[in-house]
């Protein structure tokens, strides 16, 4: 069903380096985000995965683009338009700092505590569905709460301007960072579809089958 469309998806946290030895960045596995790419490959799409550091293999079949941080996220999905879908599943890191130092940052003294000062990222969901005519037809988010994940997600929704958003709860206790199962809201403008808990493959089948059924009735 997806045959002689293209798929850009984004996957796995970034790391932001503070100097030559050190970054910040989170506990992203990027299954997700890669069982989606496979998925929409299965229908019959044509993919580009841009993925941030993960343990995961580049999946054949599959464009795969390897970058370290939201910066070259941004333009490695930039590069990859122009795409009919678009999906950012990656965790990217919000802030990096304003100035990384070119050699390792040393302690002064035995108190010393250092403050860095941080900007943000790029918005990487935000910007491509602002793209203009280059938009996606499609554009889909992710939203990782810890608390009131519906409301969160709805105002994300509106935020960036993406199509549709998949809200989960990323608490430690809910072992979805870094595990097999997924528990899934679907949000779009009409409203709240409620995905049972499954593993993220039969999440990413699913979301793939919707994107076919959507893109169906666009024609
Ligand atoms: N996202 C992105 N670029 C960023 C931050 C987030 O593309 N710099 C995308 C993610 O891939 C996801 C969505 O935006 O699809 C929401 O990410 P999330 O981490 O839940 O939200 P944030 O925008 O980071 O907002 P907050 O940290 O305030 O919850």
Redesign the pocket.
């Known amino acids: 069903p997806l045959s002689g469309l293209k798929a850009l998806v984004?996957a796995g946290p970034t790391h932001e380096a503070l100097d030559p030895v050190r970054y910040i960045a989170n506990h992203s596995s990027g299954k997700q985000g890669y069982a989606i790419a496979a998925a929409l490959y299965k229908l019959g799409a044509e993919v580009t995965l841009v993925s941030g550091p993960t343990q995961l293999k580049p999946i054949p079949g599959i464009q795969h683009v390897d970058i370290p941080s939201?910066q070259e996220m941004l333009s490695a999905c930039e590069q990859a338009l122009p795409a009919d879908i678009a999906v950012?599943?990656?965790?990217?890191?919000?802030w990096r700092v304003a100035e990384q130092s070119p050699e390792k940052i040393k302690k002064k003294s035995d108190q010393d505590v250092t403050t860095l000062n941080f900007i943000q990222?790029?918005?990487?969901?935000?910007t491509l569905s602002k793209q203009g005519p280059k938009r996606p037809g499609l554009v889909i988010?992710?939203?990782?709460?810890t608390e009131k994940v519906e409301s969160?997600a709805k105002s994300?929704l509106k935020r960036?301007g993406c199509d549709w958003?998949l809200a989960n709860d990323v608490s430690p206790d809910t072992g979805t960072f870094g595990g097999e199962n997924n528990t899934l809201l679907m949000i779009d403008g009409n409203g709240t579809d409620r995905w049972n808990k499954m593993t993220k493959d039969a999440a990413a089948e699913k979301l793939s089958r919707r994107i076919a059924d959507q893109l169906k009735l666009n024609t």
Do not use: H, R, S, W
Not at 88 to 94: F, H, L, Q, S
Not at 121 to 126: S, V
């Open positions: 984004t939201a950012c599943a990656a965790a990217v890191a919000d990222n790029p918005d990487i969901l935000a988010g992710f939203a990782a709460e969160n994300k960036k958003i």
